[in-house]
């Protein structure tokens, strides 16, 4: 079942943060964070394995609340590179299976 | 170093006509490999996944199928295209074990049917 991700987009003006929302309506193992540029691949910006754990990517950081079945990605002094769709993705077990993503919220940084 | 590739980049076929994308994973052995498609502006889609050799999960029924003929080789199908099918498809592989870690996708391959 896919993850809920909110907002669908978000625009900002650089130096600006932002806080994008991803939940389940069942268990999570783990969260994973990706940024896709328009027509590129997504490329993978984090992995969250524990219940209220933090991790950070440069001024992008993430927290994981295993119990409310929540992940949320903060992006701190946006940057113009940080535009992009931004996608939350979810396993059904702990080794891979059925590996599902949110639907995405697109994020613009103007100048 | 894991490397992975899929091909073609870029087709364009007609409704009706057979297709057949590749990807190779190189570097790496037992990995899990998946399919996902991406219609224009959409979310990520999950097609197929695979945990080994002819172990392969369907996620969403339609005319596409897939086939693991060796560990690091996977192949998606259709014997009739739909113009339902155009999108962009990326091949993708997670290392397998306990507490799963990053998916490293391919380049994509980019499908339009006319």
């Known amino acids: 079942q896919q993850p809920v991700q909110s907002p669908q987009a978000v625009i900002l003006r650089e130096g600006e943060d932002a806080v994008i929302n991803c939940s389940s309506s069942k268990a999570l193992y783990s969260v994973h964070w990706y940024r896709q540029k328009h027509g590129e691949a997504p490329v993978f910006l984090m992995i969250?394995?524990?219940?209220?754990e933090q991790k950070g990517h440069e001024k992008i950081s993430a927290s994981f609340n295993e119990k409310k079945q929540q992940s949320s990605l903060y992006l701190t002094a946006s940057q113009l590179s940080y535009s992009g769709t931004y996608f939350c993705?979810?396993?059904?077990?702990?080794?891979?299976?059925?590996?599902?993503f949110g639907p995405g919220t697109r994020l613009s940084v103007l100048p | 170093s894991q490397t992975i590739h899929q091909w073609p980049a870029t087709l364009v076929q007609p409704v009706g006509s057979p297709l057949s994308l590749e990807c190779t994973v190189e570097g790496t052995s037992n990995p899990n490999l998946y399919w996902y498609r991406q219609a224009a502006g959409r979310g990520l889609q999950l097609l197929f996944y695979s945990i080994g050799i002819d172990q392969i999960s369907s996620e969403v029924p339609q005319n596409l199928s897939a086939s693991r003929p060796q560990d690091r080789q996977f192949i998606l199908s259709s014997k009739k295209l739909l113009l339902s099918d155009s999108g962009f498809y990326l091949c993708?592989?997670?290392?397998?074990?306990?507490?799963?870690?990053?998916?490293?996708f391919g380049e994509g391959s980019r499908l339009t049917v006319l």
């Open positions: 993705g979810t396993e059904k077990g702990n080794y891979g299976q059925n590996f599902v």
């Open positions: 969250l394995l524990k219940g209220g």
């Open positions: 993708a592989w997670m290392g397998t074990g306990p507490m799963t870690g990053e998916l490293f």
